[in-house]
């Protein structure tokens, strides 16, 4: 049995695809996930869909995969959703605060999220309190006969146990004493761990070897072979990375107009050449009128509404590039910037003209966006939309005459 062990994809789905596609040369045959699926920054309305797309892309090889939710991966509901949509196509087996068969004999069993002395979940991470892993682990051995029968016994983990270098994070060791406790009672054969990506390693902590296999979004990963053990750290080859252009991060901006429509082909185009992320972004006109409640609220609700529909449509056109959505309350000219500084844009793609009646060269979002946006902007002309028109209908002629 042969393992690829990811942690931290950080909605990096170009690194794991390059992944996904070395897979075969590897020739591994189940996948293990230990979190932090999402880019740090998404938003909350966009998470369930960006779930949904990670999954797919991660069961689209056909081989198992088994996951558990990183700290990153609230709200657990969302994450729940999105694997119990996947249900009957695809191996997918969430693990965590529960134990799985693992091939014919073994047991895979795992607890996520971040673990703390007390605190809970506060919406910014997925975290439990360390006894509810003791409790978890304790239920499992005394409940499970599958635990107790399997020939081998495979833990994972969000965070690591205490070692010596797995747990380093510059000077400090954030590894959790009560997980090197869990190891001595049950063990395990071997512990897959997220933690910090400056831990990337091997270890033997408390008999067991445990595996760290740093972050995937800096092309880190892991391969273990269970017969015999083995576990081996890996690197995306760093051509993948001299592979990707300049545009790293493209954002485009979208309002329903001929040339914005226009503009995300260019950018669509762009980012698959570069290998980019593309975030969409629409920003809704701010209400200025005193409408009073619940007018406001309603006249608000449909603005978004609307939006969504359109970023929806948009993101449709570019599926295969699983783009981020944006939608924010104008003025857009300082949404679309905004947006580009979160998502360090490298690029900027928007129209000259959107749904204004006046025809000037520009209209007043992409000259104000030009002046003070934090990178390069790439304008999409009529002209050009009218110039590529006229030169199809000009070849359909030659081709009539
Ligand atoms: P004006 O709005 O000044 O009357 P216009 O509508 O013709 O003129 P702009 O609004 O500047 O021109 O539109 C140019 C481009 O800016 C559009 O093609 C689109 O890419 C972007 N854009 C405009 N409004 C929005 C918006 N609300 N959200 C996102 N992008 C927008
Ligand atoms: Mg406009």
Redesign the pocket.
């Known amino acids: 049995m042969r393992i690829l062990v990811i942690h931290d994809l950080a909605g990096r789905n170009d690194q794991v695809q390059a992944i996904l596609d070395r897979m075969r040369d590897q020739l591994v045959d189940t996948i293990v996930v230990l979190g932090n699926l999402l880019a740090p920054d998404i938003d909350l309305r966009a998470r369930p869909a960006a779930f949904s797309a990670v999954l797919e892309q991660l069961t689209a090889p056909g081989r198992p995969v088994y996951l558990i939710p990183g700290e990153r991966d609230y709200p657990l509901e969302h994450l729940l959703q999105a694997v119990r949509a996947h249900r009957g196509k695809t191996s997918l087996v969430l693990v965590h605060r529960t134990a799985a068969p693992f091939g014919c004999s073994d047991v895979i069993a795992g607890f996520g999220g971040l673990l703390t002395k007390g605190a809970v979940s506060d919406g910014e991470h997925l975290a439990f309190a360390e006894w509810e892993v003791r409790a978890a682990f304790e239920h499992i051995a005394n409940f499970n006969p599958l635990f107790q029968l399997a020939r081998r016994r495979i833990f994972l983990f969000a965070n690591p146990p205490r070692g010596n270098h797995i747990d380093r994070e510059g000077e400090h060791h954030v590894g959790l004493e009560s997980l090197n406790w869990l190891l001595r009672v049950h063990q395990p054969d071997v512990v897959f761990t997220g933690g910090p990506a400056s831990g990337r390693g091997i270890e033997v902590i408390e008999g067991t070897l445990v595996v760290n296999p740093g972050s995937l979004a800096e092309g880190s990963y892991a391969i273990v072979d269970l017969d015999p053990l083995h576990a081996e750290l890996k690197h995306l080859p760093e051509e993948q990375e001299e592979q990707r252009g300049p545009f790293r991060s493209i954002v485009v ?3 329903g ?1 001929t ?2 429509w226009h ?1 995300l082909e260019l950018a669509a185009e762009m980012a698959r050449q570069h290998a980019a992320r593309l975030t969409l ?5 701010p209400i200025r009128q005193p409408l009073g409640e619940p007018n406001l609220s309603a006249a608000i609700e449909e603005r978004i509404a609307q939006g969504e529909q359109l970023l929806e449509q948009a993101a449709v056109l570019v599926a295969d590039l699983l783009p981020e959505r944006e939608l924010l309350e ?1 003025p ?1 000219d300082e ?2 910037i905004r947006v580009a500084r979160s998502k360090q844009a490298d690029l900027i793609v ?9 025809r000037s060269l ?6 104000r ?1 030009l002046r003070s946006a934090p990178c390069p902007v790439l304008i999409a002309s009529h002209a050009a939309v009218e110039y590529k028109e006229k030169e199809q209908f000009s070849q359909v002629e030659s081709v009539r005459t």
Do not use: C, T
Request: no cysteine; aromatic share 4%; proline share 0%.
């Open positions: 901006a979208i309002d107009s040339e914005a503009a972004v629409h920003a809704f006109e104008g857009a949404a679309i928007m129209g000259a003209r959107g749904q204004g009646a006046l520009m209209g007043s979002i992409s000259s966006v």
